[in-house]
């Protein structure tokens, strides 16, 4: 089955915060980047997830960190999309270099498959017992463990201190509203997902960048063929690629060297001659002129026999020599 989405679906566009809080949830995990899954080890359970058992995740490296590791990940998805033919192409290379914007893409991708699959719903799966065969599951899993105890621990607050929770509520309260008033240096999680959204800002500017320098090239090779750099259009265009200033100068040039050219053109054209009033064209007057010069030799190359012959077919009417 295919599985491919265009870059306008509505998966596209889900935030980075949902992803990740999506995959924190699904394998009880504590990524707080998405390009923390950059090894593939990921993505492999999120397939496990979908499809129990179908992944050998005893084969997925959860420590992994080189990028040959990485590798053997992305080579257990790749089997696993073969079986359940799938046709997504995963660009290994771009993902384990471990940058934002394509790790979040692939991720998004990954949620849309899996919500599609049983509308997301995961029936009695669970993550910590499945990746205990894999390598790094324990280094993983002691790392997720203290945030899901905080949490739990958070939402099991007693009743009876209600009112002693009131009274270190407004504590804290004053002492937040003081702290507030002082800058922080070390800025906090707010500037830190300000700095993960610019850094997906400028990759995805650096993509445009790279799309439309990759078309200006093609172009300019194009018109560095010997059998069009010398063409009055292709002239042109090369003067619009080569402009160093910014305005509109560089068009308003290349369009007076066509419209230059298209004078010229207009006035070497030759007129075509006139074929009534007794004028003819130049190949006519030719061939008239060669079948005389034929005929012309013909006649010097007759015997003296025939030309007799041909005299006498000649009637010199009123000649006094001829009798009636």
């Known amino acids: 089955m295919a599985m491919n989405t265009g870059t306008m679906e509505s998966a596209y566009f889900v935030g980075r915060s949902e992803i990740l809080s999506w995959i924190n949830f699904t394998l009880q995990l504590s990524l707080s980047k998405v390009e923390e899954a950059c090894s593939g080890a990921v993505q492999c359970q999120l397939m496990d997830a979908a499809h129990p058992g179908i992944v050998p995740m005893h084969k997925v490296n959860f420590d992994a960190k080189n990028e040959y590791e990485m590798i053997q990940n992305y080579k257990v998805l790749q089997d696993v999309f073969n079986k359940l033919k799938i046709t997504k192409h995963v660009e290994v290379n771009k993902l384990v270099k471990g940058r934002a914007l394509d790790n979040l893409e692939f991720m998004q991708w990954m949620k849309w498959y899996c919500d599609s699959v049983n509308g997301g719903v995961l029936h009695s799966y669970n993550p910590l017992e499945r990746r205990e065969t894999s390598k790094g599951a324990k280094e993983v899993s002691k790392k997720s ?180």
Not at 204 to 214: G, I, M, Q, T
Not at 264 to 276: G, R, Y
């Open 145 to 324: 463990a203290p945030s899901q105890s905080s949490t739990r621990s958070s939402t099991a607050a007693p009743k009876s201190q209600t009112s002693h929770n009131a009274r270190r509520n407004d504590i804290n309260i004053t002492n937040q509203s003081v702290k507030t008033s002082r800058p922080s240096s070390s800025g906090g999680p707010a500037y830190d997902e300000q700095i993960t959204e610019l850094k997906l800002s400028v990759d995805s500017l650096e993509k445009e960048r790279d799309f439309y320098f990759a078309k200006l090239r093609d172009i300019e090779i194009l018109c560095q063929c010997p059998e069009l750099e010398n063409l009055p259009v292709v002239e042109a265009i090369k003067r619009i690629l080569y402009s160093t200033d910014d305005s509109a100068s560089a068009v308003a040039e290349a369009q007076a060297m066509i419209s230059q050219h298209q004078d010229q053109v207009a006035i070497l054209n030759p007129i075509s001659e006139m074929t009534d009033d007794g004028l003819k064209p130049d190949y006519q007057k030719g061939k008239e002129i060669a079948n005389l010069d034929f005929e012309a030799a013909a006649t010097t190359t007759l015997s003296p026999r025939q030309r007799i012959f041909d005299a006498s077919d000649v009637h010199l009417s009123g000649s006094p020599l001829v009798t009636y």
